[in-house]
């Protein structure tokens, strides 16, 4: 992780830091809270690395007990950030930390606020888009486009929904339009591949791949033949914000983006500490598997999964959206039974930075889909392309319950997947706020023959091509 990602996460903490220790909180938050009493004025934030030999309930040890394990793993290595005070609680557990990268950085005292006027132009950290300019550039490339675009408004965000600012929830529809197309409908003509990034506020590469993904098939378009041909006969789908809220807070960071994961919601409460926050986690929050491995019933954890199932808009309104554009396909209700082979339909959502290509399922990495042959054989040819690991989230990172591709793929069939951006080749570029300049120089030309590869094949995502091999499933 680098030091420009450790320093957003200091940057970050005091935005919700405490008065008073909330009930309930766990022995890892409780101490966060004590330290920052006790030092205002700078803090010392740490990247753990965290051996687990191998045990299958470490990263749920580690969750429940409220600490922030981040989207990496090498071997049985896990990763956790916290503050000195981490340590004894991690050593409590019966681990054996030992820090990877230490440093302190002054923290701001701001209050979370909407960040931008609605400018494409309007950005933070050396030129991440805000949500505001990332409805901007919607409205104006169908502007621009109207041939090849159309802006759908599908919800509102929790602010937004208590009357206290917040967002809407905007997707774009991009594709050569013909009759019919674009509709909310399920019954499309066309097949269609879905991307959604940024459902995690802080991995900020996640959006501005979506923002490149949605030039590249408008501005290619009669231009370049393969992009030609995928407008032509495929609907492609973007919601480059998920979670407008969480993201409005990353932003107010300015050049030193604060590291909120979660939306906004503070129904229960808004003391947290500096090394936990307020909100929900919406990719533990999807009403499938709910309350599984990879959550955590602690609101101010990172994996806090939210009293319910689907209880946060953001999600309601996404799954809303997913059934207006996909039929159900997948009749059984076992984890085992799977969606016909004649299936259409492909969804992608980004996450940073593990560099893997995941499927599902991710709840639970010794259940497989009905469809786990052509599902791994999808994603292991996705990981060929990018550099990247492929598998099961908890065959290579963690179990993690309640995510949007898991939801896919059970309530309707499609085909669901994640993509974890990362630098997998050691250019400079990992953490959760790489450089900017890494955007343009290093993800996007890694991502966008995934993506078109991607995108080629929501027309018959079950059906394993040459391309992918005819490799047996994994079995565990």
Not at 281 to 296: C, F, I, K, M, Q
Request: charged share 20%; net charge negative.
């Amino acid at each position: 992780m680098s030091r420009k990602t450790l320093a957003a996460l200091a940057a970050g903490a005091t935005v919700m830091a405490l008065t008073a220790l909330s009930p309930g909180m766990s022995p890892a938050f409780a101490g966060a809270a004590r330290q920052t009493a006790a030092a205002p004025a700078e803090r010392t934030v740490v990247v753990y690395r965290v051996p687990t030999h191998g045990r299958q309930d470490a990263a749920q040890k580690l969750i429940t007990s409220g600490f922030d394990l981040i989207e990496r793993r090498q071997g049985d290595d896990l990763f956790v950030i916290g503050g000195p005070s981490t340590a004894s609680g991690l050593r409590r557990l019966g681990f054996s930390p030992t820090v990877a990268e230490t440093m302190k950085k002054p923290l701001p005292h701001k209050s979370p606020v909407r960040h931008g006027a609605g400018s494409v132009n309007d950005t933070y950290y050396g030129g991440y888009h805000t949500v505001g300019a990332h409805y901007a550039h919607l409205d104006q490339v169908a502007a621009r486009h109207p041939d090849l675009t159309s802006v759908v408004t599908y919800g509102q965000s929790w602010l937004k929904q208590q009357g206290r600012g917040g967002n809407d929830l905007k997707a774009i529809c991009v594709t050569k339009k013909k009759e019919g197309d674009c509709r909310l409908s399920p019954d499309a003509a066309k097949p269609r591949f879905f991307l959604m990034s940024q459902i995690h506020a802080r991995e900020i590469t996640t959006g501005e791949v979506s923002w490149r993904w949605i030039d590249a098939l408008t501005d290619g378009y009669g231009k370049d033949p393969a992009i030609t041909a995928l407008m032509d006969s495929t609907e492609m789908w973007v919601v480059p914000i998920t979670n407008p809220d969480g993201v409005d807070i990353v932003a107010q960071g300015g050049d030193n983006p604060i590291l909120q994961r979660k939306n906004a919601d503070d129904a229960r409460g808004t003391d947290c500490g500096w090394t936990g926050q307020i909100g929900v986690d919406l990719n533990r929050n999807a009403g499938t598997h709910w309350g599984g491995a990879g959550t955590s019933r602690q609101p101010c954890s990172e994996t806090y999964l939210g009293p319910k199932a689907d209880s946060e808009p953001e999600n309601a309104a996404l799954e809303g959206l997913f059934r207006k554009l996909y039929p159900a396909v997948r009749t059984g209700t076992g984890d085992g039974d799977p969606a016909p082979d004649t299936a259409k339909g492909l969804m992608i959502s980004l996450h940073s930075d593990a560099s893997m290509v995941l499927l599902p399922w991710e709840s639970d990495h010794t259940i497989h889909t009905g469809n786990d042959a052509s599902l791994r054989a999808l994603a292991r040819h996705l990981g060929s392309l990018t550099g990247y690991q492929s598998g099961q989230a908890g065959e290579i990172l963690y179990d993690a319950s309640g995510g949007s591709d898991d939801w896919t793929y059970d309530k309707l069939g499609v085909a669901g997947l994640t993509i974890e951006i990362g630098d997998s080749d050691g250019r400079g570029c990992s953490g959760f706020t790489p450089a900017f300049s890494c955007q343009e120089d290093y993800f996007w030309p890694k991502l966008k023959p995934a993506l078109l590869y991607a995108a080629q094949r929501a027309a018959a995502p079950y059906r394993t091509t040459a391309e992918d091999g005819d490799r047996p499933a994994h079995r565990s």
